[in-house]
């Protein structure tokens, strides 16, 4: 299973940005799929996670700012940043928590590459 993201650049403070995840390989399912990111000195953080059924979670820094997405058909996760800060400069990283065909019974944990959002004041 190979996560790839995409999106990342240089934006302004107030601005918007939008980063795209697709997870392809042998995958039965997908229960979650989320970003997380990792600013420089800082430990990775989990941004936003959506279930298969919608349900999201965010964490407060970004309430009412970032949006998340995704689509089960196409196995897609989108973060739609809108507003975004100085604070929001960091490798964002997709995830995905993935059953594959070859072992349905237990799920694993997959990441992305990371990709970096610079933004500058």
């Known amino acids: 299973v190979q996560l790839q993201a995409s999106g990342g650049g240089l934006v302004q403070a107030g601005g918007s940005q939008r980063l795209s995840c697709a997870a392809s390989?042998?995958?039965?399912?997908?229960?979650?799929m989320g970003w997380y990111r990792q600013a420089p000195g800082k430990q990775r953080e989990l941004v936003a996670r959506?279930?298969?059924?919608?349900?999201?979670v965010y964490v407060d820094s970004v309430k009412g700012r970032f949006t998340i997405s995704r689509d089960n058909a196409k196995n897609t996760v989108n973060l739609q940043m809108n507003s975004v800060k100085p604070e929001d400069t960091a490798v964002y990283y997709c995830?995905?928590?993935?059953?594959?065909?070859?072992?349905?019974?237990?799920?694993?944990?997959?990441w992305g590459q990371g990709t970096l959002v610079t933004v500058s004041s």
């Open positions: 959506i279930m298969g059924g919608g349900s999201t």
């Open positions: 995830n995905a928590v993935v059953r594959t065909f070859s072992a349905v019974d237990y799920e694993r944990e997959f």
């Open positions: 390989g042998s995958i039965f399912s997908i229960s979650v």
